[in-house]
Every structure is written in C-alpha cells, then in structure tokens.
C-alpha cells in the first residue's frame, strides 16, 4: 500500500481549478464575443458572498459516524461543506456566481479511512435515514454529486479521500490495485514509480478520481489507445448498505452475466466503489503528436472511420469541425499559444477541419502505426500540419474549463454536452443538435456559436462533443436548462446515448427511459433495492424520477 | 431480411455432429488406451433403445400456445422432443448411451416465427404456469438446455430456428443484425454475400447460433483478433415475460449501467435473446496459420503473455502443454492428418509443447502483424515449425467433439472443463486443476490422462482448457460428477472463474455463490424477478439453488 507523495490541492468552489492558472480573456476576445455574439462584458468576479443552508445532521447520525470514522473525520464547517456543495456545470457555477447565492450543502462531509469504514457508514447511515453523496474529485458536470438528500431529514457526502492507496501492483498480470480517492495525477505517480501507466486522460485529469472515473465511465483523450476507463477495469470492489461485493475474477468470464458493468456507470447510487483492479501498461517510451487538415468535417470523420475500422487508431484520433476549427484559429495568437481549448491551429488552411493524432509506444510500435494511420488519413483527403498544431492542442487539453470560467467572467453562457452513435447515423445527428441548440437559443434572442468535435472514435461510430457559447439571458439557468432540454431530445429521438462519458447525474436522469425502457429502468430500481434497501445512496442520480 | 439459402441439419440426439463425420479410432488407438489408461474396449454403438416421459402439456397452454405460434409449430412427437432432451455434456451422452435410456424431455416443443410471438409465447406460458427452456443449436455443455420444470407442472422448449434472418447490414458503420435462430454457418454465409464476417469460430461453430452465443458469452477461437461474441455485441433486443429490452444505443455510452452485459451471459434465464447487432469486418483476403514450439508450457505461456501486453496478438494464439502435445503428436499419423483435437504436430520436437498462431486481414496487415509477433516469439524461445503442424490443427478445429463420441465408443471416459485467471495466478491454478482431477480420478480407481490448452489470451490474463481421458468407471456419470466437483473447488478456491467460455448452466450454478458472492447471487435474483415475476424462463440454470 502505497500513498501519494503530495495530494492534489481542492478546487476552488466557484469555478474550476486553482488560483495561479485562471484565464482572462484579451480584450480581443472579449471584443470579438462582443460583435458576434452581444455579449456584454459583466463586472469583473470577485469571490461571491455566499451562505449555506445550516447543517441539519441530527446528533445521534453525527455520533454514529464520530464512531465509525472518528469525530474529527465528520467535518460540518461551512468551509468544507462549501467545497461539497456540487459539481462543476455551467449551471453549478452560475449558481454560485449569483449575487449572495444562499447554497445547498451536504449536513456533512464524512471522511472514511478505508473499505471497512465505508461499509460501516452506510450501515449507520442507513439505520439513521441520512442519504448519502459519494464524492471524489467533485468534478461532475451532470450534477452527480448534487447534495440531494431526498426523503431524508439529512444528507452527508463521503469523501474519499482518505481512501488515496496504490494497494498492488501485478506486473506480471499489468494489473493495478488502487483505491478511489486517488486523484488521476496521483496515481498516474504512483504508477510512473513501476515505470507504468494507466494511460486515461479526460479533459478532468487534474481534479477526477480513480473512483469517480469507474462510477461515471469516464473515457479518456488517448480513449482509441488505451479504451474507456470501463475497459480498463478488472475487478471491482463496491461497499454497499447490504453489505460487500468483490467482482472480477479472471481477464473475461462466462459465468453469467458481467456485475461489474452494474457498478460501473452507478454514479453513487448502488454503492462505493472501495477498490479497482485496472489494466496498467509501461510508460510509452515514445509519443508523437501530429494535425491533419481536411477540407469539411464529413471528410476528417470518414477517415477516422477507416482508421477505426482497419484496426489502425492512433492513441488519440480527435477531429473539430469547421466551426470549433475556425474558433481555435482565430483564440490562438500568433505565438502559437492558445488559451486552450479542444484544439488549436496556428497555420490551418482557411476553411476546413482540423484532426489531432497523438502516437504512444516503443519507436518501433509509434512508427508502424503511425505509417498505417498516415496512410489512411492521406487517402482519405488529410493534409499533415506542421507540428505547432498539435503541440497547441497538447498545450491546452486541460484548459478548456478554465476557459470556460474566463467566458463566463466576460458575461458569455457557456457549456457543453455530448453524445454518441454508429457512424451512418452521425450526420443527422450533429445536424439535429446543432439545429436544437441553435433554434433554442435564437428563440431566446441570444443565438449561439455551436462547436463540435469528435473526440472519441470506434469502428461502429463516435462521440460527438458540443461547445455552446452565447450571450447570457436575463435568466441564464432557464436559459440552459431549456437549451439542454432540446439538445437531449434531439439526441434520444435520433437514437443516439444521452452521455458518452459525461454521465448520467441529475442532468440526463430524464432521458434514462428513452435510454433504457420502462423495463430498463425498472432494472436498475430492482438492483437499487437489493444493494440499497433504505434508498439512501446519491437520491436524485441516475434513476428517473418515480412516475 | 435475408434467410439463409440452406439450413444446417439437426446433431444426433446421442451424440456431436452429423453421422457420416462420426469417427472411429483405429486399432492402434484403442489398444494404447487399454495399456495406458486400462480402457477396457465396449460393445460396438448402436441407437439406443430410448423412452420418453409422455408429455404434460396441459391442453389449455397447448391451445394458447397454438393460439400465438400456429398448432403446426406446437410440436409434441416423440422424435422433436428427443431432439431437445439436452445438450452434448459428456454426462448428457452418458445418459443417452446408457441401456434402454428413460429421458427427460420437454412436453412440446414450440417454434415462434418473429419477436411478437416470443413475447407471446412468454406471456401465454407465465399465465399458464409452463416453464420454457430457450433453445438455439443445443450445443451446451453445461445443461443449459435441460428440460427441467423447475416447480412447474410442465416445461417446453421454445426452439428459435425460425428465427433466421439477417435483418440489416449497415456497412458504413460495420454492424449486422442478426436473428438468434442463425447457426453460425448460415450467419457467416449470409455476410459473406456482403463480404463480411462475424469472424467467431468455437469449436462448436458447425452447430451454434447467434442467440446462443450471445446468451452464453462465447468465445471463439480467433477471440484475440476478432474479440469474444460479448465484444462483438452492439445491441441487443430481449422478449421476456415482463415485455420488451432494447439495448445499445451507441458505440459507447455512459448512460449508467451496460444492461447488455446483464443479458449477455443469462442463458435463457431473463429473457430470450431476439435480435443481436453485431461488429462485422471484411472477410480477410489474407489467413496464415503457424506452429511454434516452445521448450515447457511456462515458456510458450510467456510467449503469449508477452504478444497480448505488446497489443501484437495474433487472430489466433492457442498454447498446448506437454502432455496434449505428446497425445496429439501420438494421435496424428504419419501423413499428417490427425483425426482432430485441439492441436496436431507431424514434426514437434520431441518434448516441449505446440503454440499455434493465425493472423488473418489485408496481406499488409498480416505481413506487419506476423513481424512483430515472430520477434516477440523467437525472442520468447519459439523455434518455428514446418507448415504441416499448424494445417493440422486448422483441419481438426471442430472434430473435437466427434472425436470424444469415438473415445466414449472406445470405453473411455472423456470431457473438458475450463477456466481463465490472471497470468500471475496461472501456474498455480494449472497445478491445482490437474491434480484434483488426477487425484479424484486415481482414487476412484482410474487414473486419467489430462492434457491441457490455452486457447484463449488477454493483457492481463488467459484461459485453461482441460481435456480429461479415463477408463470408465461402473458409474461413469457419478465419476465425472465427482470429478468435476473437485476441479470446480480447485477453480474457485484459487480465485479464478467457473467458467470462460462453457457458461454456467445446471453443472456451474453450485459454484456462482463462489463466484459473484451472496450479494451478486441477490443481484442476479432481483433482476430475474423483474423480467421473470412467474420465474418460467429456464429453471435450474445458472442461479444458484435456492438456500
């Protein structure tokens, strides 16, 4: 068992990431969003004055947990609770940036030691009534750590973060133990001491978790190299109110269905997850990144097709459109330096679409598969970019949500969403969301600048990730919320995912029947009420409200 | 919707296959058999002399089984039901070859035409209090397909063949859909009208269908190139007596739990499996078989290891150890052309043991993929082997089975079990496996011949499949039963799976409290009683007896 040598420091509450890195726009920008978009600057941000709802924890649940984790491990300041009130969307944050936002808090933050103390609070919790929040790196943007408490008097988040452990290492196996509460820099260090890697790397690496990427099944950048973090995944054990399970017995099995594919995806609300056995490969001696031109998005989307389809992915295979191309163009600076974003392009053509390959392996392996995908990429109509293209993306990949915060600063509404679907259905439904988000938007006289890249890529299809940027309305939460509303039936009418890896949360949670099917859903309630009898686990996610 | 142009015939119902495939061991076998094993030889086989228990059905479920399906594919003659007694376990062949046979079978027999009339089916029998056992090509060898009526009065086997259609190809995005009713074969021709394949070849290929395995997570033996049938599934479409399951909306998703993986794997006990979309690939223009050998099973095992943790496995990567490779060198003649088995080997060494590999795809593909992995091989200790080796095996890849038919005529006691775990665990479990079996068998009087192969690799594990020879015993099923008891505990008492790739049927179902814990068994009875409320679908199978 090993710790982390330094942890990765907290968030600030009110937007994403520390201090030192926040962004401001240059007035050209801000100009720019000005005439493109109306957006009227706002004041500049000071930190917000906020108040939270008192703790209600009653004292015979607070004693409870005192004796499971230790008095000092059940946290009820307002500063802590502050930290835990909710996750990272757009709407979380304008929440937050409100004037005097009076705020929803967890009654506490518990902070358990180990798998026997995590089993140990549900048991309390369940006998007291006090709903639970499962909380690692709080970087969800669907509303997945919402300190929901449900029908319950109470609601506590249990943060994992004590749980922070590198259990085992198999190298012979090229497996991993870790404990949730690692945050992905920290295990990535663990790991780099064995000379090894997990290899995942969403745009939340900085701040997400080990736990939290297996609850939400995160999927990383170099997704096409190394899978999905669900595909990582080995074995599993989750502490549930009912007790204990450890799943994952042997690289592939056929004794019945596969519970670890419950689990992952479970967003807090069937358990903890308390330990993951993942695949870990060596630290690739080699890695090559490259930009590739192509004249529309149909042409750079077919070619990553055809990668994915003659087994030929780079690592990373990511593709902007024309829009989110001509975006990234016009924010990087000359320098080549841009203030981050999906992708940066100092010297595309005018017009056309940018793709991004990143190779990763021994020389040997980068050159083979890179003369295969180059192949396929000039066949298909790519153009290779000289090399700062790449590099600016590199630069800028986990930028984004700053950037995010400093629009929002300039008075821009800003978000995401994204989906998947087979590639034959993936034009009529970037279509569909764009006109979705466009027509709701317009509707509401603040029509919108509509990004979309792809960014991860299979043989049978890819996602599709949207960045939505326009001028805020007078009530910019009602604005997305029916923003998002269209963009999400667009999606399931079309018969693509709700989520491709930003997960399902209380944001998506209506969508789950269209998803899934009445039968679905009464699934996932029968497997809730078997692991979770008194309902206590993260109320509010993943399940569709009850008819 | 595209119906194959010829259909696959029925097996025997006392044995494999079709009879003009049926082996007879020459001379020379069966007297090594009785010097090596005692095998004492038996009377020559003739059909047995079988009875049937009368069917139950009561009249009123026969009627409104007629009502929905038509009275013509209600079907309750003797010579249907004795084709749907069981499946092709040794313990089932056992059962038929004994004198004068009384059989379990189904009351009727019952052949729905499309979606709507499985869904009927259900409905009508969970009204009617029937219980019905989903059959597809009755290739278990787990008793998946017994016709147990668990606390009902009568049970039907509700055979799917008429359920053969291609029901789309959507080449752009390289998926299929596909009726479970297809046998592999006919599946496979009915993509190569498009130049596709599914590319999933089990050893029981000849005789298996889509839904089969989909609903026992199969795997074939060019799993490393093409994936296990569970890889290759993108969506799947579920009738149950609770109503209807579609599954699989996009490439990815992380739209919650993966319900697919519920379905996959559930044999029949949740649902009936109607539609499966699959992965497709081109049909390889390029397929090159090798054999290599390696000094000791450790050595080759490193062998593998090495090409599945450098992502340069071949299609096919397969390893015996020394004892299979000394019987198969022992079995294949002088010309070459061994009666079947797993691997054949006119020119090994003697000693050591025989890897075989394939690569399949363009010839560039296959050129850059066999260069690395020779590298990888040679580097590992392989010596190459002439080209007649590997021919060998390709010619006997599914005679396996006809092959135990001719040993079980020959006085023998002949069948596989396997297992998968991490290769850190692997030697172990191999030693432990073996000497279970050599231990109970030698203690009942019989000590056996166990050979042993990898046939299926991961990064971070493999699978082991035992073939286990013996002379029989007086009571040869009491034998395997106590046999396979002993090996089951060795399995999961090292932490392996029960099975990778057999499923879990009636023979595994003692061991899934072993596998998935008490809290998993709980899981896997809620999701039943959800779609399943009369608890009709497949009783018996692969939960657990109730405590």
Redesign the interface.
């Known amino acids: 068992m090993t710790a982390p040598a330094s942890r990765v420091p907290d968030m600030l509450w009110y937007g994403w990431g520390v201090p030192d890195r926040q962004i401001h726009l240059p007035d050209s920008v801000t100009a720019l969003l000005g005439q493109a978009l109306g957006v009227h600057p706002s004041p500049p941000r000071a930190e917000p004055d906020v108040r939270l709802a008192e703790s209600a924890l009653p004292p015979d649940a607070a004693g409870a947990l005192a004796a499971v984790v230790g008095a000092g491990h059940v946290r009820t300041g307002d500063d802590v609770r502050l930290l835990h009130s909710g996750g990272k969307s757009t709407i979380d944050l304008l929440r937050r940036r409100r004037d005097h936002p009076v705020l929803d808090a967890p009654d506490a933050v518990v902070l358990p030691a180990d798998h026997a103390q995590v089993l140990a609070v549900l048991a309390a919790c369940a006998r007291h009534g006090v709903a639970v929040v499962p909380f690692g790196g709080g970087t969800s943007v669907v509303g997945g750590v919402e300190p929901a408490r449900g029908r319950f008097a109470a609601v506590i988040t249990l943060d994992l973060r004590r749980l922070d452990r590198l259990i085992a290492v ?1 190298a ?4 991993a133990t870790l404990q949730p509460g690692l945050k992905a820099p920290e295990a990535e260090s663990l790991l780099a001491d064995h000379g090894l890697t997990l290899g995942h790397y969403p745009q939340s690496f900085e701040h997400a978790t080990i736990g939290g990427f297996a609850a ?4 990383g950048q170099s997704s096409a190299g190394y899978g ?1 973090f ?1 595909d990582l995944v ?1 074995a599993l054990r989750v502490a ?1 109110p ?6 994952g ?19 807090g609300a ?1 358990g903890v997850i308390t330990e993951v056995t993942v ?1 870990v ?1 060596p630290v690739p001696p080699t890695q090559l990144d490259e930009a590739w031109w192509f004249p529309d998005f149909g042409a750079g989307a077919t070619a990553l ?1 055809r990668l994915a ?3 030929a992915l780079p690592a990373i295979a990511r593709l902007s459109d024309e829009a989110e191309t001509a975006v990234n163009a016009a924010l990087s600076g000359p320098a080549g330096a841009p203030p981050g974003g999906p992708a940066a392009a100092p010297a595309v053509p005018a017009g056309g679409t940018l793709a991004i390959t990143g190779y990763e392996g021994t020389a ?2 980068v050159a ?1 598969r890179r003369s ?1 995908a180059t192949a396929i990429l000039a066949g298909a109509g790519g153009m290779p970019l000289p090399e700062p293209a790449a590099a600016g993306w590199r630069a800028g990949r986990f930028a984004a949500p700053y950037l995010r915060d400093g629009l929002l600063d300039a008075g821009a509404l800003v978000e995401t969403l994204e ?7 993936l034009p009529a439904l970037y279509a569909a969301v764009r006109a979705a988000v466009t027509g709701t938007l317009t509707g509401q006289g603040t029509p919108p600048l509509v990004l979309c890249h792809i960014s ?1 890529v ?6 599709l990730y949207f960045t939505v940027v326009a001028a805020v309305a007078a009530d910019p939460i009602a604005q997305w919320q029916a923003t998002k509303r269209a963009a999400g039936d667009a999606i399931t009418s079309h ?10 949360g209380t944001d ?1 949670r209506g ?2 029947t269209a ?6 859903v ?6 809730k ?3 979770d009898p008194a309902g206590i686990l993260n109320p509010g996610k ?1 399940l569709p409200p009850e008819p």
Request: aromatic share 6%; hydrophobic share 40%.
């Open positions: 198999d012979e196996s090229a497996t939400t099944r995160s999927s999905r669900d080995v549930t009912a007790g204990e399970l450890c799943l017995r042997a690289p592939a099995s056929a004794a019945g269905p596969d519970l670890r594919q419950l689990f992952l995806g479970s967003e069937f695949r490969r097709r389809q003659a087994d040997e392996a083979a295969a989906t998947a679907t087979s590639w034959s259905a991860h299979y043989p049978t299809g890819a996602s018969g693509a995912t709700i989520s491709h890896h930003h997960a399902v998506h969508w789950m998803e899934v099917g009445d039968l679905g009464a699934v996932l309630r029968a497997v009420a078997t692991v993943l």
